[in-house]
């Protein structure tokens, strides 16, 4: 029988703000991002869709056992920006995978910072 996604053990995901100097946890290996107050992390800026993002944590399989790798798959109207190998990259109704160190920002390039770290 599959093991719900709130029962599994992902590690401990972050997104920070280095502008307001605020930290949002990713519980559960699930983190929703936009304008709507449904949303986990709720971000008030015009160009932020209401159900804009999602952060999440998947178990990929290994030789050595399960491996556990976060991405952002984008649902929104203008993109998210991700900052990879110091290249900001559009993403726009695709998915990605997430790396310790990654920067986000969610519709504009005049959006907050975020950044993304996976605690060890």
Not at 54 to 66: A, K, N, S
Not at 98 to 118: D, I, M, R, Y
Request: glycine share 8%; hydrophobic share 35%; net charge neutral.
């Amino acid at each position: 029988m599959p093991t719900s996604l709130t029962a599994r053990k992902f590690p401990a995901a972050q997104l920070k703000s280095a502008q307001e100097n605020q930290i949002w946890q990713i519980y559960g290996g699930l983190m929703r991002v936009g304008r709507h107050q449904d949303n986990d992390l709720v971000l008030a800026e015009r160009w932020v869709s209401q159900r804009h993002a999602e952060i999440l944590c998947r178990e990929l399989p290994q030789d050595e056992g399960t491996q556990y790798c976060y991405f952002l798959r984008d649902f929104s109207r203008f993109g998210t920006l991700v900052r990879q190998a110091g290249q900001w990259q559009k993403v726009h109704h695709q998915e990605i995978g997430l790396a310790p160190g990654n920067q986000l920002k969610f519709g504009s390039a005049h959006g907050q910072t975020l950044e993304f770290s996976v605690e060890s």
